[in-house]
C-alpha cells in the first residue's frame, strides 16, 4: 500500500468534499467517507465494538468532520462518539473539523456555548503564534509550529467553553496557551478575538489533547477564502499522525472490505452496466434497462443522425416572432430557452447576456420521459404522430437501485452523436424539460410527503426538430436529428422556407415585441395573494433561531406568491389564427394572438425583465413563464461542468443604478459571507462527481448587472475525468457525463441554504411544507453531444394545468391557478424587514406583468 488510508467520518455536512478534496491532494492519501450514522455500525449491536476495530485498523488516521446540529446530541454525531472513547489498544490519529472539533472538546470534559452572534463565511486571522515563553513545550504536536500568520474561514455558532469567558485581562494573557482547568487534556493550539459590542470575544479555534493523538480545528481549512499558508498545519497534522502511528508500533492492516466508500459517486453509466451484467446473468427481464426490444417507444431517435442549414437572422427578427411563425395549430406544447438579453445590456461577462435561444419545434410529437417523486416506474409517452392525437404512454418500472437517472444516462448514452459537427450551435437535439424542487429532495434522501396530486417532477422531452438563434453571428440554425438512412431533409427545407417567406421575416420595421407588451392579458380581473409581510418576517426570525442553534449557517428562505384569473382567458388553444395549409406547411401569421395569456404573459415578461435564461414551457401539464438570471449548471462534450450560483441582491434604484454603486454594497461582509457559503457547498457538490482536486474557482464575488436588480455571483468549475482516462469498461468502468453532475446536485444550493440537507428539512418546517414544485428547480436542456445547460428557476411563474379553482360565487367558469416563488438567503446578520424587502423586489418583476403599464 504506497498511499495513506484516511477514514473521513461525514455528519451531512455541505462541505464534506472539499475537505476529502483538500486532504486527498495536499496529503496525497486515499480518503474514505463513513456517515456518522452508518447502519452497518449499529451501537446497540452486540458486535458494534469489533466492526468498529476492523474498520479503524484499516487507516492511517480519522477526521471527523463538520455538520449541523450540536456536539451534545447523539444523533449530529454519531459515530464521532466512540472514537473519543476507543481503548488505549485502538487509539489512532484523530483531527476533528468545526462539529468534530467541539465533539473532541465536549469529549474532553468542555462544554460548548452559543457564540454571541455565530459567525458563518467570515473570514478570520488565526492566532496561533505563541510566545517563547509558554509554559510548556508546544514544539512537539503544536500543528502550528512553524506556520505562518492566516486568515481562514468560519462557519460555526457554537463555540467550545473552556472557562476563556472568566478570566481576566491579565490571566488570559498568562493563560491562553495552557491547558484549562475545566480541561485538563486539551492544549490550546489557537485562538481568534472576535469584537462584539460588548467587548471582546475569544473564540478557541485549535486544541491538541495531552495524551492522546487528537487534534481539532475549529476553522475550515478546505474553504475557498482560506489562506492556504493554513494548509500547512495540515501537513504538521499529517506528519504528526504519522510519527504517531510509528511511534506506537500502530500498523495498518490492508485488504478487508470498508464499510466506508469512495468520496466520489459512482457514475450513472456504471450503474447502468452493473444493471445489465446482473440482469443478463440472472436472466430475468424484470429490472432490465428499457431497451428497444422491449418497446417500440424505447427505440425512438436511435441511428439518428444530424442534419441542419444555417440562415441569416434578420436584425428586426426576436424569438417571439420565430415562435409565432412556427407555431402549429396541433401543438399546444412549447419548450423556448430565450437568451431574452442578448441585446440588451452589454454590462459584465459576455455570457451573462446570453448568446443563443433555442426553440423545440413539434414538441407534441416529441417522446417524452416523466418521473412523480415517490415512484418506482417512469412514464414514456407520445401525445401525438404526424398531426394525429394517440397518446401513446407506457410505464417503465424501476427494480431495487434503479432510479431515474440511470435511465436517462441509458438513454442518452445510446443515441449519443460522436462525429464532430461544425457547427456552433450548443442544442443539436436531445433532451428539454424541468425537474421541480422536490426531486431535488428526493435525491437528498429528504421526505416528500404525499402532494396529492400526480403531476411530473422530471418532464424531459426528446427533441429532434429545433431552431437555434445565435444572437452573436446572427444566424438561425434549422436542425434535425433524422433517421441516418435519409438523404435530403425536406423538413430542414420546408422549415427554412417558411421563414424565409414569412412577411415578419421580411417586415423590417415590424416590431413585434412593441405590440406585444402586456397584450390581452386582462388583468383587472386576476386575483393576487402575497405573502403577509409580518408572516414572512416572522419566518426569517424562525430561520434565524436555527441558524444561532447551529442547525444552519444559511437558509434560502421563499413563500409564494398566486394569481387566480378565470380560466376561460387561456382557455382557448394557442394560435388559432394559424390555419394550417392543406400542404401541411404552416402558415404564416401576420397578427399576433391575443387568447393565450401564457404566451403573452411570456413576452411582455422577456421584454420588461430580459435575462439571460428567459424560458417559456408548456410541456406536462405545467406552464412556465421564466427570466431567470442565474445558470444553475453548464457542461460541455468535454466535461468541463461550470457552476454560476448568485448571493447578493440590490434593487435599482435612482440611489443604486451604477455597477460601482451596487458593488460597495454588495462587497461587504453580509453579503460576501452569504455567497461564500454557497461557494463551498457548489464546490462540494462538484468534488463529489468531480473528483479531488477537479473543482476551480474562476471568479468570486463578481457583481453584474440585470434589468430590475444587480446581483453578486461566483464562477465554479469542475472537470469531470477526460473519457480516456475514465476506463471506460476498463478497471472502474466509469463514464461521468454532465448528467452525473446535474443529478448528484439538486435542489440547487443558492435555493436551500448550507449544510444543504438539514436546511431543506428546517426549510419544509418553516415554509410549513408548501410545496416549491417549479419554482427552486431547473429548465434546461442536454443535447447528444453531452452538452448541457440548466437555469434555477427564479423570477418565474407557473402553473399546472389541472390546478383550476372552482368559480367563485356568481362566477361562472373557474379560474387557473398562477404561481411565483421568490425568496432570499436569510443568515445571522439578516433582519427581518431587509429579508421581506428582498423577497418583495424580487417578487416584483414576474409580479408586475399582471399589472398594466410597463
Ligand atoms: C430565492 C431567490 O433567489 C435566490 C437568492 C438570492 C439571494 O439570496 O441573493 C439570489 C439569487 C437566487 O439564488 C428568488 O429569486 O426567489
Ligand atoms: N461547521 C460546523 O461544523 C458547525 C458546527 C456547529 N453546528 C455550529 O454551528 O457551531
Known sequence: MSRPQVLFLDAY????????????????????????????????????????????????????????????????????????????????????????????????????????????GMVRDIEHQKPPTAPWSLKRGDIFHGVDAFKATIYHSLCADVGQDVLSEDEWRVKKWEAPSDTPDLLPLAWTLEDREDGTERILMAVKHRTKPFWGLQYHPESICTEVEGHAA??????????WNVEAGRKVVTGESSLARNATRASLLSEVRLLRDTTAATGSAKGAPWTESMSPVAAVGLDCGYTHRTIPLPAHIKIPDVVEILRREASSEHIILDSANADKMATGAADVRGR??????????????EYHVGDDFATARI?????????LK??????????????????????????????????????????????????MDVEVGDRG???????????????????????????????????????????????QTSDLWRDTNHDLNG?????????????????????????????????????????????????????????????????????????PCTKPPTSDT??????????????????????????????????????????????????????????????????????VPKEEAENLMIVDLVRHDLHGVCGSGNVTVPHLMKVEEYASVFQMITVVNGQLPEPEKQGHGGARGEWYTGLDVLAASLPPGSMTGAPKKRSCELLQEIEGLKERSIYSGVVGYMDVTGKGDWSVTIRTMFRWDDEVAAPGEGESEGTEVWHIGAGGAVTILSTPEGEREEMFTKLTGPLGVFSSGS
Open 515 to 587: 405590440l406585444s407588451t402586456n397584450g390581452g392579458i386582462e388583468t383587472s380581473r386576476a386575483v393576487i395573494t402575497t405573502p403577509m409581510a409580518h408572516e414572512y418576517e416572522e419566518k426569517v426570525r424562525q430561520c434565524q433561531d436555527y441558524i444561532a442553534a447551529g442547525e444552519s449557517y444559511e437558509l434560502c428562505l421563499t413563500d409564494q406568491t398566486t394569481i387566480t384569473l378565470p380560466a376561460a382567458m387561456t382557455g382557448a388553444p394557442a394560435m388559432r389564427c394559424h390555419p394550417r395549409a392543406a400542404n401541411g406547411q404552416t402558415q
Open 394 to 443: 407506457e410505464t417503465i418500472p424501476f427494480t431495487y437501485h434503479q432510479n431515474i437517472w440511470q435511465l436517462l444516462a441509458d438513454f442518452l448514452e445510446k443515441r449519443q452523436l460522436t462525429e464532430s459537427i461544425p457547427v456552433e450551435s450548443p442544442f443539436k437535439g436531445g433532451f428539454m424539460g424541468y425537474i421541480t424542487y422536490e426531486m431535488g429532495l428526493q435525491g
Open 598 to 667: 401564457a404566451w403573452n404573459l411570456y413576452r411582455t415578461l422577456r421584454t420588461r425583465q430580459p435575462a439571460p435564461f428567459g424560458s417559456f414551457l408548456r410541456l406536462g401539464g405545467a406552464t412556465i413563464v421564466s427570466s431567470s438570471p442565474e445558470r444553475f449548471l453548464e457542461y460541455s462534450c468535454g466535461g468541463l461542468c461550470s457552476m454560476r450560483p448568485m448571493k447578493g441582491t440590490v434593487r435599482k434604484s435612482p440611489a443604486v443604478s451604477t455597477l460601482a454603486q451596487a458593488e460597495e454594497i454588495l462587497h
Open 234 to 243: 495540515i501537513r504538521n497534522w499529517f506528519r504528526e499522525a504519522l510519527r
Open 356 to 369: 443563443y435561444s433555442i426553440i423545440a419545434l413539434d414538441v407534441a410529437e416529441a417522446l417524452r420521459i
Open 453 to 499: 396530486h400526480r403531476r411530473p417532477d422530471l418532464c424531459f422531452a426528446w427533441v429532434t426538430k429545433s431552431i437555434v438563434m445565435d444572437h452573436l453571428r446572427n444566424v438561425v440554425h434549422v436542425q434535425h436529428l433524422q433517421k441516418k438512412k435519409l438523404i435530403h431533409d425536406f423538413w430542414v427545407d420546408s422549415i427554412v422556407e417558411s421563414l
Open 383 to 391: 401525445p401525438a404522430i404526424q398531426g394525429v392525437a394517440v397518446d
Open 13 to 120: 455536512d455541505s462541505f464534506t468534499n472539499n475537505i476529502v478534496s483538500l486532504l486527498t491532494t495536499l496529503l496525497h492519501a486515499d480518503v474514505h467517507v463513513l456517515p456518522i450514522d452508518n447502519p452497518s455500525l449499529d451501537q446497540n449491536s452486540p458486535d458494534f465494538e469489533r466492526l468498529l476495530r476492523l474498520e479503524l485498523a484499516q487507516y492511517h488516521a480519522v477526521v471527523c468532520g463538520p455538520g449541523p446540529g450540536s456536539p451534545e446530541i447523539d444523533r449530529d454525531v454519531g459515530l464521532m462518539r466512540q472514537i473519543w472513547s476507543l481503548n488505549e489498544d485502538d487509539l489512532l490519529p484523530v483531527l476533528g473539523v468545526c462539529l468534530g472539533f467541539q465533539s473532541l472538546v465536549v469529549a474532553s470534559g468542555g462544554k460548548v456555548r452559543r457564540l454571541r452572534r455565530g459567525l458563518h
